[in-house]
């Protein structure tokens, strides 16, 4: 059996969620959901589309706010059985299988994006910031990992389920609650939530230029219903704030499209923004790395040619 | 009087391009400069803003090969006061490895007489990306832990944490010292090095340490980069010339509102 720590939104389990269950039926063996806290209406449902047969409920005063260590007692409780223990690779997720790994006296590989041989199990894995990937042996009887955000599509299983729920019993300690979440503070309504949602994101690094370099491609953004993200130069100059960061330690986004201006395409940014699925660079290097990488490419200071972009969209959106 | 413990590791300054040594079990560093992730400028920061509030000790730590003293000489320009090298092939450690040798110095310099409050990491080191070594400290260390920490500060006997929560508002958490907190960068702006700094810190000696601790690795097999794409970029059109065909293409993909 191989037992899945689904993380949930108001939606349902949550799209990497989704993606986990999808991954992990590549390891062949029956899938078992384990859900903290109140589930959203449906998610049973849900589960089942996704091929689980039996969903763990963890619930009490344990869980109505989060702390990792009460959330990998409830995952090694209900990991009796089971040959792997996986979960999103989340902040979430990461830490939780970190704990878990720990109690189970095993090897962990977070960010996993495929398996290459099942006996013995040996995983690939992101790291480097997901520009390379690591061939890892799990040679323990179980197997700790994460599935890394986008490694597959989330896919409904081919012979739907009706999972049957049972509540799982959990022996919590003092010990288990002394790291836990005591209030949560709403975030700014537009911070980096927007952007790793939004169909377009417009990317601007050093071409911006400086922090008053930002008006043309913010209009841009408004004109094309987009988000801005910048690259880490941008933020550690303090030219925009670090919420807006697409990198290896921002934001990851896959967009629609990625319109990346004035930015060189080093490894570190590249990994937040390589599964956009069109890539057009404007910059004054034909040879930077941003520009051989991407799809399309305008070779062109970003101050003259985002202004020319907007104009021609505002020309067309008027006719 | 907080004292602090900061884990850094040394990883090479990647830029556009990584190429791996023949054997595929590396980074293959020989041409490239060194550094430690931003992660860890963020954990070293937040170190010495503790110890300078608090009057205590901010003690850099690093398990890694001689070379590494460049980036603990750093962390000590910064304003850390005392530095620990734990001399070892990082490459034949995995993160259990790691975490084991740091606890083993975090208990000898208690015995020694000084206990550190607070230790603290990266959230990931940003090379092999493991996401367990804080977590896998506490558990030997016994001491609670929070992963991915922006922001934190001593108040007493507790220290009062935030972290990004997944629907994007912020998690406090408070929690009883001692503690080992991993830090993510985004809460606070590191420091520039001054030259007073740079100087002071040339004349601090560096603890270094043998481990007694045979390595258990990391389970690596290989490394491998993605297949090297021949470039399938369509030019557009040079300098502002090219506003109608980036238009066409916005049309065409159905982004334009």
């Known amino acids: ?319 | 009087m907080t004292h602090v413990l900061v884990c850094i590791k040394r990883v090479p300054d990647l830029g556009g391009e990584i190429r791996l040594t023949d054997d595929g079990m590396s980074v293959d560093d020989s041409s490239l400069g060194h550094t430690v992730s931003p992660h860890e400028e963020c954990a070293v920061e937040l170190a010495i803003q503790v110890a300078k509030d608090t009057g205590g000790q901010a003690t850099v730590l690093t398990v890694g090969s001689s070379d590494a003293v460049e980036q603990l000489r750093n962390a000590l320009a910064l304003g850390c006061t005392g530095a620990v090298l734990v001399e070892a092939d990082a490459s034949a450690y995995g993160p259990a490895d790691v975490a084991t040798v740091i606890a083993d110095v975090v208990r000898s310099h208690e015995a020694a007489g000084t206990s550190y409050d607070l230790v603290l990491l990266g959230n990931d080191a940003s090379d092999t990306g493991d996401f367990q070594v804080g977590v896998r400290l506490s558990y030997l260390l016994d001491r609670p832990v929070v992963a991915g920490v922006s922001t934190l500060a001593v108040e007493g006997d507790t220290v009062v944490a935030q972290a990004s929560s997944p629907d994007g508002g912020t998690e406090v958490y408070e929690v009883p010292l001692p503690a080992v907190l991993t830090v993510m960068e985004g809460g606070i702006e590191p420091r520039y090095p001054s030259i007073p700094g740079r100087m002071k810190a040339k004349k601090i000696v560096i603890d270094e340490v043998v481990p007694a601790h045979e390595p258990s690795g990391s389970g690596r097999v290989r490394l491998k980069l993605p297949p090297a794409q021949p470039s399938q970029v369509t030019v557009l059109g040079e300098g502002p010339e090219a506003a109608a065909a980036v238009v066409d293409l916005f049309e065409k993909l159905g982004v334009t509102r």
């Open chain 1, 1 to 319: 059996m191989i037992l899945v720590l689904v993380e949930t939104d108001d939606g349902g389990a949550s799209e990497v969620s989704r993606e986990t269950l999808t991954f992990v039926r590549r390891l062949g063996d029956d899938v078992h959901a384990l859900v903290v806290g109140d589930g959203p209406a449906g998610l049973v449902g849900q589960l089942g589309e996704f091929g689980v047969t039996r969903v763990l409920h963890a619930d009490g005063d344990a869980f109505t706010s989060y702390a990792a260590a009460a959330w990998a007692a409830a995952v090694v409780a209900a990991a009796r059985d089971a040959s792997a223990v996986v979960a999103a690779g989340t902040s979430r997720g990461n830490e939780v299988m970190a704990h878990v790994a720990c109690r189970l006296g095993v090897s962990m590989a977070a960010n996993v994006v495929a398996v290459e041989s099942a006996e013995p199990l040996v995983v690939s894995r992101q790291v480097l910031g997901g520009s390379a990937l690591e061939e890892m042996a799990l040679p323990e009887a179980v197997a700790v990992l994460t599935v890394a955000g986008h490694a597959c599509d989330p896919q409904a299983a081919e012979a739907p389920t009706t999972p049957e729920v049972q509540p799982l019993d959990v022996a919590i300690s003092e010990q288990d609650l002394r790291a836990r979440v005591v209030r949560t503070e709403p975030g700014e309504p537009d911070e980096s939530g927007s952007l790793k949602s939004a169909r377009v994101v417009v990317g601007a690094g050093r071409g911006a230029g400086s922090a008053d370099g930002f008006k043309d491609l913010l209009e841009l953004t408004e004109l094309l219903d987009a988000s801005l993200g910048v690259s880490r130069v941008v933020t550690s100059l303090g030219w925009r704030p670090h919420h807006e960061q697409v990198g290896q330690t921002g934001s990851r986004v896959s967009p629609d499209l990625y319109v990346a201006c004035g930015i060189s395409g080093a490894i570190q940014h590249w990994a937040g923004m390589s599964s956009s699925k069109t890539i057009l660079a404007i910059n004054t290097d034909a040879d930077a790395p941003m520009v051989t990488k991407a799809h399309y490419a305008v070779i062109g200071d970003l101050h003259e040619v985002v202004p020319a972009i907007n104009e021609e969209l505002r020309r067309r959106s008027s006719r």
